[in-house]
């Protein structure tokens, strides 16, 4: 490792998409097993039948949304990412499955049919404001058929201190760098990422629409914003493994699940 440094700023979607997203995870063994399990679980606790719609928001790389099709279900995925939504696409029809997708923000999509199901993984729920992370559940609604069910996937509040920095990881690139910063005014965790290679190059992210980070909601405040838009039977989970148990205070994620009544 160089003993001096320079310092470079990529692309959000350099960095987050096809850096973190692409390069890392989606050739990643125990990301793979990991994304076959959540499927698994959205399967048991959506009560997923092949045939079945199903809207993947925040969709990334695809790998979900390319599973559930592979078990039959008619998988659309968004993303505001336009490199991770071509990369999903072009998996999809590599691998001869009908999933589409389509580059969009969860904060004022719109769909010209209700899904049966709707989905929100890898903790992608909570970027936007308050106000816009509500909107988010009203769209969310209005694009759930009656009858149907959602899962959302949010940042654990009780969790936070796992996430406070500096964190680090080995790369065959270099170190990955992460320095967590919580507000508790605002209940949001963000920090930068930074990528620190052998010869001294120090990769920084440039403009990122996730820079203020994710807002943290507690189980309350999410039941309520649910219940106000009019979801019922909410459920709250703590991890990905069958069978789905209770959202505890040091689960490492937090998993919920509603109904749009008929």
């Known amino acids: 490792m160089s003993n001096t440094f320079s310092y470079t700023e990529k692309t959000w979607e350099e960095f987050w998409a096809e850096f973190w997203r692409i390069k890392l995870l989606a050739n990643d063994d125990a990301a793979i097993i990991k994304c076959e399990q959540v499927v698994d679980v959205c399967f048991h606790v959506l009560q997923m039948e092949p045939g079945m719609t199903l809207l993947d928001l ?29 990369y999903a696409q072009d998996q999809a029809s590599d691998r001869g499955l009908k999933t589409t997708f389509a580059a969009g923000d969860m904060r004022d999509f719109t769909v010209d049919e209700p899904y049966d199901r709707v989905t929100v993984l890898g903790m992608s729920f909570g970027f936007g404001t308050d106000e816009e992370n509500e909107q988010t559940l009203h769209n969310i609604w209005d694009a759930t058929k009656a009858g149907g069910k959602i899962l959302l996937t949010g940042q654990h509040p009780y969790t936070i201190s796992a996430h406070l920095g500096p964190e680090w990881m080995e790369l065959e690139d270099g170190f990955l760098l992460h320095r967590g910063d919580f507000d508790p005014i605002s209940c949001r965790l963000g920090g930068p990422w930074q990528l620190v290679c052998p010869d001294g190059t120090v990769v920084l992210e ?13 189980v309350p405040e999410l039941r309520k914003l649910l219940t106000d838009i009019g979801f019922t039977n909410v459920e709250f989970y703590g991890t990905w493994f069958l069978p789905p148990s209770e959202l505890q205070w040091f689960s490492m994620e937090l998993i919920l699940s509603a109904d749009k009544p008929k």
Do not use: W
Not at 65 to 82: Q, V
Not at 206 to 218: L, T
């Open 58 to 86: 925040g969709c990334g790389a695809g790998m979900q949304a390319n599973l559930f099709a592979e078990r039959g279900i008619e998988a659309h995925g968004i993303d505001l990412s336009p490199t991770l939504v071509k």
């Open 206 to 218: 440039g403009e990122n629409p996730e820079a203020d980070g994710i807002r943290c909601y507690s």
